[in-house]
C-alpha cells in the first residue's frame, strides 16, 4: 500500500460528495485525495515522509475556484496608481497631480465611472494637474479608459478610427478625441505605447498574487483570457504555481478559419497546475460604457449593437470550436446579449448541452432565466461587481438601465431557482479575488443587486466549488472532496455553509492546499 504524502486530521470535512457528505481526515497523494473518512481511515496511509496537519476544528471544504478572473493579463492591467477607491472628480485630481509617474507616465487603475459625477469621462478634466505627463487610466470595468493627449500624441491618435470590433476613440464635434477609450482595440492604440515592466518584474508579481489569492482560498481559477503563456510555460518550470490555472483565449470579431484552427490548436496545451480549455467571445462590453448590448437603448441612446458587428459570425465561429470539441464561455452582459447567446447554443442541437457558458449577466428578463437549464449553459456570475451600483439607484450602471432593468441586477437566486448551474467568481483585477468576498456578496447581495434575495451558503460554496467544475466540464476531477479526485483544498475557520455574510468576509483562512502541496497556512 502506498503512502500519503499529506494527511489532514480533526477537521469539519464539508465533502459535498453525496455519498459521503461528512468526514474528519484525507489522506492525499501523489496529488490526489487518496482516502477521506475518519482517523482510523487514514491511520494505514501514514508513512515516515508524510506530513500530518491538524486542523482543530477548522471546515475543510473542496478548494474554492474562481470562475472568473485575469491573473496574468490583469497584471498589466493592475498597473501603476491605485484609483478604486476614488469617489468624487476634486479626489482624482488631487491624486492624479500627485501620482508616481512610471517612465515618465502616470498610469492608473480601478476608475468608478460614478467618480466623474454625471460628466461624460474627458481628458479637459484632469489634464491641468498633470502637465505635460502622459497619462493612461483604466476604468474599473476593463473596457475603457482615459487618455491624456500627450499619451494619444505618443500613440499617434489623432482623430476617430474604424475598427473590426465595437470600439470608439471617442472624438468630440470637432473631431477631437476627448480621450475616453471604448472597448479593447481602442484602447490597444495606447497600450502599446506604455512602458513594459521587465520579465523579473512581470515574473515576481505573478507568483505574489498567486499567493495572496492561495491566503483567501483560492485553490484555482478559470482565467478568461489568453494570458501570457510564455511567461506561465517558464514560471510553471521554474517553480509550482500556487493556483490552479484554466486559460481561455479570446476570440475576436474578424476571426477567420485559420484564427480558429490556431485557438483549436492551443487546447490542451499544459504545464503543471496550469492548462488551455476553452475559447473566450464578448458578445458586448458594459452598462457604464454605453457597450453592453441591450434590447433596448439606454438613456443615452446607446447600447443597441453587439460587440460582434455581425452577430452570425459570432454564431458560424462558436458553430465551428463547438465542432471541434472546444467548449466557450461569452461575454454577456445585457438582456440582448444574453438571449442571442442562448439562441446561438440552442442552433448547436443536444450536443451542445453542458458545453458552454455565459459570463456576467447583469440584467436579464424573466423569460430568459429557464433557458439556462434547459440549454444546460452554465451562469458564470461575480456578486462582487453590484459593489459598484448603489440600492437607491443614483449610480451610472442604474441610470443608464433605467428602473425595470436595474431591478433585474445579478439575478443569483433566480438562476438558481430556475435550475442553472451558478459558477461563482470575482474578475479580478474589476472586482477584488478575495474568495470570502465573493461568498459573503453572494448571500448578501450589494448595491442594486441587493434588492433580491442571495443564495444560501450552500449554494455559494457550490458556486465556488461543484458548480465551477461543472462549468468547466471538469466535475468528474474536482469540486468535491472525494477519493481520486484532485487534492485541492480550502480550510477555513467557520464553516462558510452556516456562517453569516459579515464573519465570512473577516474568517480566517487557515489552510489552502493545491495539488497535494500546501501553499498557504493561516
Not at 495606447?190 to 482560498?217: C, I, K, W
Not at 490552479?244 to 484564427?259: H, K, N, Q
Not at 449593437?305 to 459570432?314: G, L, M, R, S, V
Request: hydrophobic share 45%.
Amino acid at each position: 500500500m502506498p503512502t500519503a504524502d499529506l494527511i489532514l486530521t480533526g477537521a469539519h470535512v464539508r465533502t459535498l460528495d453525496p455519498e459521503r457528505p461528512a468526514a474528519t481526515a484525507v489522506a492525499v497523494t501523489d496529488g490526489r485525495i487518496s482516502a477521506v473518512g475518519n482517523a482510523p481511515d487514514v491511520r494505514d496511509w501514514r508513512g515516515p515522509g508524510t506530513e500530518v496537519i491538524g486542523l482543530d476544528g477548522a471546515h475543510l471544504v473542496p478548494g474554492l475556484t474562481d470562475a472568473h478572473s485575469h491573473p496574468v493579463w490583469g497584471l498589466d492591467m493592475a498597473t501603476g496608481t491605485d484609483l478604486s477607491g476614488i469617489a468624487d472628480l476634486a479626489a482624482l485630481r488631487s491624486v492624479l497631480a500627485g501620482a508616481v509617474r512610471i517612465d515618465g507616465w502616470v498610469i492608473g487603475f480601478g476608475l468608478d465611472h460614478n467618480a466623474f459625477e454625471g460628466r461624460p469621462v474627458d481628458r479637459d478634466l484632469i489634464e491641468d494637474v498633470l502637465g505635460d505627463a502622459p497619462a493612461f487610466l483604466r476604468l474599473y470595468d476593463g473596457h475603457s479608459a482615459l487618455a491624456t493627449g500627450a499619451a494619444l500624441a505618443a500613440a499617434g491618435v489623432t482623430g476617430p478610427r474604424a475598427f473590426a470590433q465595437r470600439s470608439e476613440v471617442v472624438c468630440d464635434s470637432a473631431g477631437r478625441p476627448t480621450g475616453h477609450l471604448v472597448e479593447h482595440a481602442a484602447m490597444d492604440l495606447v497600450t502599446a505605447v506604455l512602458p513594459r515592466p521587465s520579465y523579473a518584474e512581470r515574473r515576481t508579481r505573478l507568483l505574489d498574487l498567486l499567493s495572496a489569492m492561495a491566503a483567501t482560498g483560492l485553490t484555482g481559477a478559470h482565467v478568461m483570457d489568453g494570458g501570457d503563456l510564455d511567461l506561465l510555460t517558464t514560471v510553471a518550470e521554474e517553480t509550482v504555481l500556487p493556483l490552479r490555472l484554466r486559460f481561455a483565449p479570446w476570440c475576436m470579431p474578424g476571426a477567420d478559419g485559420a484564427a480558429l484552427d490556431e485557438l483549436i490548436a492551443l487546447q490542451g496545451r499544459r504545464g503543471r497546475h496550469w492548462t488551455v480549455g476553452g475559447v473566450k467571445f464578448f458578445m458586448d462590453g458594459t452598462v457604464e460604457g454605453g457597450t453592453a448590448w441591450l434590447e433596448h437603448a439606454d438613456c443615452h441612446g446607446q447600447g443597441t449593437e453587439a460587440f460582434w458587428p455581425d452577430p452570425e459570425a459570432y454564431a458560424a465561429a462558436v458553430r465551428h470550436l463547438h465542432t471541434a470539441g472546444v467548449r466557450t464561455a461569452t461575454h454577456a452582459i445585457g438582456d440582448a446579449a444574453v438571449r442571442n447567446v442562448l439562441d446561438v447554443v440552442a442552433g448547436l442541437g443536444p450536443g451542445g448541452r453542458g458545453a458552454h457558458r455565459v459570463e456576467h449577466i447583469e440584467t436579464v428578463p424573466d423569460e430568459l432565466l429557464p433557458r439556462f437549464a434547459a440549454l444546460d449553459v452554465a451562469a458564470s456570475m461575480q456578486p462582487p461587481h453590484a459593489g459598484y451600483t448603489r440600492a437607491d439607484g443614483t449610480d451610472e450602471w442604474s441610470r443608464r438601465l433605467g428602473g425595470a432593468r436595474a431591478g433585474r441586477a445579478w439575478r443569483l437566486r433566480d438562476l438558481r431557482d430556475a435550475g442553472a448551474t451558478v459558477a461563482l467568481g470575482s474578475d479580478w483585477p474589476i472586482a477584488h479575488y478575495d474568495a470570502r468576498t465573493v461568498l459573503a456578496t453572494a448571500l448578501a447581495p450589494r448595491g442594486a443587486a441587493s434588492r433580491s434575495a442571495g443564495l444560501t451558503g450552500l449554494e455559494a460554496l457550490e458556486g465556488l466549488t461543484t458548480h465551477a467544475a461543472r462549468a468547466a466540464g471538469e466535475s468528474a476531477v474536482t469540486g468535491r472532496i472525494t477519493v481520486g479526485h484532485r487534492a485541492d483544498l480550502t480550510a477555513l475557520a467557520v464553516d462558510p455553509v452556516r456562517a453569516p455574510a459579515d464573519e465570512i468576509t473577516d474568517t480566517e483562512v487557515r489552510l489552502t492546499v493545491t495539488g497535494g502541496r500546501v501553499m498557504h497556512r493561516g
